[in-house]
C-alpha cells in the first residue's frame, strides 16, 4: 500500500494495543510453558573433563527452561513485560510465582559469575537481552518486579564491561543473520543503556556503530538472505544507525546504503517456511517478524527527515513483511 493510504500514528497505535490486550493471555501461558519445561536444553558449555558435566540448572540457576539461555532470558524478559501490560488474575500469579523462584539474588550472582569466566559467551545476543529485561524490570512501576531489577543491575555491570573489552578489540563486526550479529546485538544493548541512564556502556556502543559501520555504502540487498537468518544483515545495521546518527545524517547514510532500495527489493519480500518441524527453517518467521519491526523504525526515522521516499519504501514494506500482512505500529518495547 502507498504511503498515503496508511494508517494515521493514533489509528496504528490504537489497534496494536488491541491487539497485545488480545494476545497478552496467550503470551502469557507461551511464557509460563517454556519457564516450566526443563529440556530439551542446548547448554552450549564447553566441558573440560569427562567430570565437568554439570546439568542446565547447575550452570544456570535462573536460567535454565525455554530450550537455551538467551531464549530462556528472552522469555522471562517477555513475562516481566506481560506483567507491565497486564494480564489475568491467575496468569499473573502464576508469572510471579515463576519468575521469583527464578530472579533471585543467588542465582543471578551465579549467572554473572558464569559470564564473568566465559567472557564471549552468548555474545552479543544473550547480552542484549539480558539488559534488556535488567532494563524493564529496573524501570517497572511493580515494587516486587523492581526488587528482581535491582537482583539483575550487577549483571548490567558485568555485561557493559565485557561490552567494553569486545567492542575495544574487535575491528570487524560479525554481519550475517544470526545470534551473534553485531549490529542488532549493538541496536538492543545501546536501547537499554540509555533507558537505565548508562552514558558510558550507552557511548560505547554508539562509538562501535560508526566505526563499524558509519562508512559503508551500496549494501548487497539482492544477496539476502541466508537459508536460516532471522535477521536482516543489512536492515539491522540500518536500524542500529538510526539510533545512532540524527534524522538528516540517517537519511543521507541510507540513501547511500541501500540506494536503489524499491518495494520490489528481495531485502524486503516476505519468505515462507517449507518445513515448521525443521528449527533452523523456522527462522524464517522470526526473519519476517524482525524485518517488520526494523522497518517501522527505519520509516519512521526516514520520516522524521521529511524523506518522503524512503520512508513511504518502509511502511510499505513493513505491512507486507508483517505477519498476516498486518500494519499496526508495536506498542510494547522494541
Given at each position: ?94 508469572l510471579r510465582r515463576v ?213 513511504s519504501t518502509g511502511s ?6 508483517a505477519p498476516r500482512g ?9
Amino acid at each position: 500500500m502507498s504511503h498515503s493510504a496508511a494508517p494515521s500514528a493514533v489509528t496504528a497505535v490504537t489497534a496494536g494495543a488491541e491487539e497485545m490486550d488480545r494476545l497478552a493471555d496467550i503470551y502469557a501461558d507461551i511464557v509460563l510453558e517454556n519457564l516450566g519445561r526443563p529440556y530439551p536444553y542446548a547448554s552450549h558449555h564447553v566441558e573440560t573433563s569427562l567430570e565437568g558435566r554439570p546439568s542446565p540448572r547447575e550452570l544456570h540457576p535462573a536460567f535454565h527452561t525455554s530450550f537455551d539461555w538467551h531464549s530462556c532470558v528472552h522469555m522471562t524478559w517477555l513475562g516481566v513485560t506481560l506483567l507491565g501490560h497486564g494480564v489475568s488474575p491467575d496468569r499473573d500469579a502464576a508469572l510471579r510465582r515463576v519468575l521469583a523462584e527464578n530472579l533471585t539474588p543467588d542465582n543471578l550472582a551465579a549467572e554473572g559469575a558464569y559470564l564473568l569466566a566465559n567472557p564471549s559467551w552468548e555474545r552479543p545476543y544473550g547480552w542484549a537481552w539480558l539488559v534488556r529485561l535488567a532494563a524493564t524490570a529496573i524501570t517497572a512501576e511493580d515494587a516486587q518486579v523492581r526488587e528482581w531489577g535491582a537482583a539483575l543491575e550487577p549483571l548490567v555491570d558485568i555485561v557493559a564491561s565485557l561490552v567494553a573489552d569486545w567492542t575495544a578489540k574487535a575491528e570487524f563486526p560479525v554481519r550475517h543473520g544470526l545470534h551473534t550479529n553485531a549490529a542488532f546485538g549493538l541496536g538492543l544493548l545501546l536501547d537499554a543503556f540509555r533507558v537505565l541512564g548508562r552514558d558510558r556502556a550507552a557511548a560505547v556502543c554508539e562509538e562501535a556503530a560508526l566505526r563499524w559501520f558509519k562508512d559503508d555504502a551500496g549494501w548487497p540487498g539482492e544477496w539476502e538472505l541466508s537459508g536460516q537468518d532471522f535477521l536482516s544483515a543489512g536492515l539491522s545495521e540500518a536500524d542500529l544507525m538510526a539510533r545512532v546518527l540524527d534524522s538528516g545524517d540517517f537519511a543521507a547514510w541510507f540513501t547511500r546504503f541501500l540506494p536503489d532500495l524499491a518495494p520490489g527489493s528481495r531485502i524486503l519480500a516476505p519468505f515462507t517456511v517449507t518445513d515448521e518441524t525443521d528449527g533452523y527453517l523456522a527462522h524464517l518467521n522470526g526473519l519476517n517478524l524482525s524485518r517488520a519491526g526494523q522497518l517501522i523504525r527505519i520509516s519512521a526515522a526516514l520520516s522524521a527527515s521529511g524523506s518522503p521516499s524512503g520512508s513511504s519504501t518502509g511502511s510499505s514494506a513493513a505491512c507486507s513483511t508483517a505477519p498476516r500482512g498486518r500494519c499496526w505500529r508495536p506498542v510494547w518495547p522494541r
